[in-house]
Every structure is written in C-alpha cells, then in structure tokens.
C-alpha cells in the first residue's frame, strides 16, 4: 500500500499522499446556501487526505441545483467556507471547492425569481428535484443566449475568486454527472447550432472557455477540472465519448491546469486514452465495473501502480471512514455508509463515523 503515500504535486503543491477525498453533495448548508462549524468538521476529520475536493457549490444563484447546497458567489458565503477552510489548514491538509453550476437539472423553486433553470438547449432531463414536500420534475430548461453563456462563464469566475477569498487551495471545475459543462459537452442534451453546438470542437468551447478563464483569474495552478466519460447520469446519453473527450483533454493540456479528475464508469478504455494525451496530474476515482458499487482500495493501488492516475479519489470510503489513510496503512477495517444519512439531516451520518482504535487494526 506504500504507493498511496508517497508525495504528488498538484499545481505548486507538494501532497502529503495520493488519497484524495471526491467531492460529495451533502445537502446540510444553512439558509443563504451558507456552510457551518458542522461542515467545518466534517471536512476537518477528513484533512489527513493529500487532498479534499469540498462538495458541489453554486457559482451564482441560477447554478444551484438541490436544496440545502452551498454557494460561493457572495462575500458572506466565502466568509462561511473559511471555517471549513481555516479547520483544514489547522489540521494539514489541503482543500479545493468543486464548482457546479447544474444548468438543466434545476427547478424554479430554488430561486427567489421563479425563474427557469439555463441549459445549452432547451431540453429537459427526464429527472426530478427532491423536497420535503414531495418530487418536482425537472421543468423544460431556458435556452441560453450568447449573453448567458458569457455571464456563466463570468460567474464561474467570481466563484473562484471568491474561493481563493476563502482561503480554499484551489477550484474544481465540474465538468461531469450531467451538469452545466457537461450539457454542453454531450450530443444529447446540446443541440445548439451555433458555435457552442455541433461539432465536437464546437461542443468543447464552453468547458475550455471556462477552464480559460478561470485560470486566469486565480492561475491555472490552482484550477482543476473533473469530468465523467459515458456516464448515463441526469438524462446524460453521448454517443462519440472516446472523441469527445481526446479532444476536450488535448484543447485544456495547454493551460497547465492543476489536474485532470476522472470519474470512470466502466470506462477503462477511454482513462488510457486520456492518461496518454494528459501531460499534467491525473486524478482517477476508479470504477472499472461500472455499477452502483463504490470504488474499492485494491482498484485504486491498481490504477497507481500501472501508472494509469498520479492520485486516487474515493466518495463513500471517505463519507464513512473520516481516518481513511490510517485504515489503509492498518489493512482496514472500514466501515459502511449509511446511504439514509447521505443527504440533509444532522451530525448523524456526517461526523459520527468512529476513527480507527489500535484494537480495531487487522
């Protein structure tokens, strides 16, 4: 296991291991979509990570996508987060917030307007919003114009400065799960003709556009990007993924980024392709299978020994294991997740998984 814990950069830092922790939606923000000392110590128990990606975070208001979910595009918001930011770099450990703005998969009762989720076309998702009231479905999404689409990419960046206020490390861009960027990588849900739609060069604009931008704004050192080949999630359905994505990975290389984030699914094949055009760090929550199982520790040594990621990200392994690097170096055990507590709700299932004892090591 000693391939875990041997140091990595990611943009100008220096990892103190390879485990890092996938970003997760939690849906236990406050009004306002302000995060608390709650989420301070969540992710302060997980700081042993070389790396935390925080969970999924609006870039303005029309990006939120759930209820309960953070935001990071108001100075009281970046205030919030440096609780969370300031009990991680107490603790060592690094942080990056996950920027999404979930385009489509929005509904109009998450804004104070009423008004339409944005998507590249107006095409719904097929999906719906949960309430405590009961399931929305997914309304048919607003067109963007070109003004929307240069004023997403203009939120995307006040995110990441406001981030870079919070004292985070750096910004994951979500390109993946059927989301924004996503929406407008994929055939199915962009049908644009214009130069945002079409071809694959045409599909790809948004998302370099906005990796383009943000870097600039924070440095590219500090940008991230995530993305997820062929996931059929949020009504996603591509057809020409191995293309799509060689591309994507061949137009972002050039802007130095601080790394690639790959969320498989059953997608080996397209991984090597990208592993051979990515010439920076490439992050890889590995799941060769597919299926609903979460990632296992073995798949993930694999995946570091073959060369094939420069780290690995786990999602439920780190919900439920708060000391993950310890149960690794021990041999486990490791506890199960309680998929009752993942969304909303108290301390109960988010900070109360126990940390290893000596007694509990194989």
Known sequence: MKEFFEPVTVGELTLRNRLVMAPMTRSRARRGGLVGELTAEYYGQRSGAGLIIAEGTQPCVLGQGYIDTPGLHSP????????VTGEVHRRGGRIFVQLMHAGRIGHPILYPGGELP????????????????GMLDHPTPREMTMADIARAVEDFVAAARYAIDADFDGVELHGASGYLIHQFLSDNTNRRTDAYGGSVDRRIRFAVEVAQA?????????????????????????????????ELARALAPLGLAYLHVSENDTRDITKLLRAEWPGTLILNPHPRGGDDPATVEEGLEALRSGLADAIAYGRLWLANPDLPARIAAGGPYTEADPATFYGGDHRGYTDYPALTEGDAR
């Open 118 to 133: 944005i998507a590249p076309s107006a095409i719904p998702s097929g999906e719906q919003l949960y309430t405590p009231d």
């Open 76 to 83: 009281e918001q970046a205030a919030a987060w440096r609780l």
């Open 214 to 246: 943000v870097a600039d704004a924070i440095g590219p050192a500090r940008t991230g990007i995530r993305i997820s080949p062929r996931i059929a999630y949020n009504g996603i359905d591509e057809s020409d993924s191995e293309i799509l994505y060689t």
